[in-house]
């Protein structure tokens, strides 16, 4: 079993799309088209797509606290930069303190 850090990390697709609303104005529907109950509708792009967001982690921790099945249509992302090891730490330490490196721009 994944942990809620791990399904936090799935990449799930976004879908967005413009419609008319019934008053004639356009709006946006954003959703995760894999995650069940993860739609949202207004008419700025950018505030419904972080409401979305919102509503991913609180409907996955939902889904966890329940033991409801999560979709993983993808493994969970991984950070980009690796974790550096002690050595390549001490390394780093030797080059600032010897001047070969500088922290200052």
């Not at 990390?9 to 004639?24: K, M, N, Q, T």
């Not at 999560?70 to 992302?77: E, N």
């Amino acid at each position: 079993m994944m942990s809620l850090e791990e399904y936090l990390a799935i990449p799930y697709i976004l879908a967005v799309e413009s419609f008319e609303g019934p008053d004639g104005d356009w709006l946006r529907r954003a959703s995760f088209p894999e995650l069940p109950g993860c739609l949202v509708e207004g008419y700025s792009a950018v505030e419904i797509i972080e409401k979305l967001d919102e509503l991913r982690v609180r409907r996955i921790i939902e889904m966890v606290d329940k033991g409801e099945e999560i979709p993983v249509p993808r493994p969970p992302l991984k950070s980009a930069i690796p974790a550096l090891n002690k050595e390549q730490l001490e390394f780093a330490r030797w080059l600032v303190s010897h001047g070969r490196l500088s922290d200052q721009s």
